[in-house]
């Protein structure tokens, strides 16, 4: 039996319609495919479109943003129409997300407790009282010893780094085959961050779960990913396995990306930059959306904007410097 | 490099000694002081003409305090500051004007400190306004050079923050900074909130302003690639003190506190191979600063405390050239093999 994508994601497209008539193409006509048990990076800068890219599989998108097109396959089965009723079935079912800022993401006025088992028992059958033991237990197995009196705490109570352990441990509370983590990590301290991620490793692991990881960090992307998406101006414009990309890197925005970093284990006088700023959504030039900024912009970059294709198996980029054996 | 090429005069430009910045916690009925937070603890430094300081250190740890009582935006509770020998530790508001010209701070939140009210040139133009006598067409000119020095559009300044990006925004504080020709500047997280591409930018912007106006910075961070990137010593802090500070090279090459060992093995890098052997990882949380362990803060989270670290708090003491470590497991006088060399989960960083 072929294993069936645990998430397939056609040609999506979610617009913001603003005042004045213009129109944020926040996220414009993005495909791709997650595996079970694969973790995907989808990277990019604010305003790139991933985590509009998140919410929109999630189908948490608020006026004046709409899902203007594409398909949302989720194992096999099409959700893209489900009403608000059937996305509540698989929103913390099937697919569970963890948001950047957990004290945001956790209501302040209600116990950690309340907040777990308010979950497992929409989506499992339980008794309160197994709803509170099942809680406890997950609490412990995300490495929160004091489980017990954690659970009649606050969330002003805990640090951030044990907030976002709260939040992993809902987010897995209905074992969920896809985990949406939406910059984990970037409010933590970094010796937090390395605890964190090594959690989510692991329990992507024992749950068998397929990760989505929205980042910005590069280094985050090559110690834990397999795959990567680089995203610019609402598109995929790479995408590669991590090594390839990162030993590689083909589109001149992730060239520039890459050498914009600065490292602890090299050294280098000056970093490279890439010239100018993200266009805003509503602004982007005709062509190419990466050709105000890139090195080797040419003619036809200002009036095509090339797709993605592959250049090698596994290695797609959107960029006329590749040309593709077929021509559109 | 230019690191080498930097002109470092060997006169301190700022020197800090035994600094103490103490909250009063309050409570009770009466709101009584209870207890003090221990926000910097006894901090001596010396930063030298046109050098770049970093402090590195996670949340709670102290360094942006520190940064604010060396710019007397906040009163130290203890110590002294002097700036090229004079004490501005208990200067009165107008005698320090002055010296505030010549002290410029970069926030860390560009939405908090940039008032909403006001246009990018406002901005820009306020700190000549209060600080010189020059005519408006003389400081507009002047902010617009430093507008378009930041990597935003003159036009732009008509505009108001709230049209900008976080980035943008970090940049129209720095021109704010800049704009007095300053000589020393605490920049806290001046690029933590920029996207990679832009942190780039405003770091290789910075480096150039350094050597074309002499600066020197004191730069906060908590990503130690950026501080490694542009600093020439580093010190790292925890809870209120400073327990290592090197030359950047000595203190990334060869780290000598467990606690900087964890930190750098911490930092996720494009090098690291998600196979190699598992790097040491701190266990739990940062202690509470309000009430900090006995001895060694660090002791609850290091992996090789023993009965000293909790009776003895560890002072700085020299380790190299320049480089000074407050750790009992360096002095020779416990019988705990040195660390680099005992945990196997070490030697990677030692060999680093």
Known sequence: MIQQDVLQVDNLKTYFHLEEGRTAKAVDDISFKISPGETVALVGESGSGKSISALSIMQLINKPGRIEGGKITLNGEEITNYNAKQMTKIRGNDIAMIFQEPMTALNPVFTIGNQITEIIRKHKKMNKQEAHQHAVDLLKLVGLSRAEEMMKEYPHQLSGGMRQRVMIAMAISCDPKLLIADEPTTALDVTIQAQILDLMKEMKERFEMALLLITHDVGVVSQYADRVMVMYGGQIVEESTVDVLLESPKHPYTQGLLASLPMVDKDVARLGTIKGTVPPAYDFPAGCRFSTRCPHVMEQCLSHNPSLSDIESEHKVRCHLYPSEVEE | ?352
Do not use: W
Request: charged letters at 25%; aromatic letters at 6%.
């Open chain 2, 1 to 352: 490099m230019t690191k080498q090429n930097k002109n470092i005069a060997d006169s301190p430009i700022l020197n800090v000694r035994n600094i103490k910045k103490y909250f009063p916690i309050k409570g009770g009925v009466f709101k009584r002081t209870i207890g003090h937070l221990k926000a910097v603890d006894d901090i001596s430094l010396s930063i030298n003409k046109g050098e770049t300081l970093g402090i590195v250190g996670e949340s709670g740890s102290g360094k942006s305090t520190l940064g604010r009582v060396i710019l007397k935006l906040i009163d130290a509770t203890e110590g002294s500051i002097l700036y090229k020998d004079t004490n501005i530790t208990s200067m009165k508001r107008n005698q320090f004007r002055p010296y505030r010209r010549n002290m410029q701070m970069v926030f860390q939140d560009p939405f908090g400190s940039l008032n909403s009210k006001m246009s990018v040139a406002e901005l820009v133009e306020e700190p000549l306004l209060v600080q010189t006598s020059l005519s408006k067409k003389e400081r507009q000119e002047k902010a617009i050079e430093f507008i378009e020095k930041v990597g935003l559009r003159a036009e732009d300044r008509l505009k108001y923050p709230h049209e900008f990006s976080g980035g943008q925004r970090q940049r129209i504080s720095i021109a704010r900074a800049l704009i007095t020709n300053p000589e020393f500047i605490v920049c806290d997280e001046p690029v933590s909130a920029l996207d990679i591409s832009i942190q780039a930018q405003v770091l290789n912007l910075m480096k150039d302003l350094q050597e074309e106006l002499g600066l020197t910075y004191l730069f906060i961070a908590h990503d130690l690639s950026v501080v490694k990137h542009i600093s020439d010593r580093v010190a790292v802090m925890y809870l209120g003190k400073i327990v290592e500070i090197a030359p950047t090279s000595t203190l990334f090459k060869e780290p000598a506190h467990p606690y900087t060992q964890a930190l750098l093995a911490s930092i996720p890098t494009l090098n690291k191979k998600k196979t190699d052997e598992p790097t040491v990882k701190l266990k739990g949380d940062i202690p509470s600063p309000a009430n900090p362990p006995s001895g060694c803060a660090f002791r609850t989270r290091c992996p090789f405390a023993h009965e000293r670290c909790e009776k003895e708090t560890p002072v700085l003491a020299t380790q190299g050239v320049q480089h000074e470590v407050a750790c009992h497991l360096l002095d020779g006088q416990d019988d705990v093999p040195i660390a680099t060399k005992s945990d196997p989960t070490l030697k990677k960083i030692s060999k680093a």
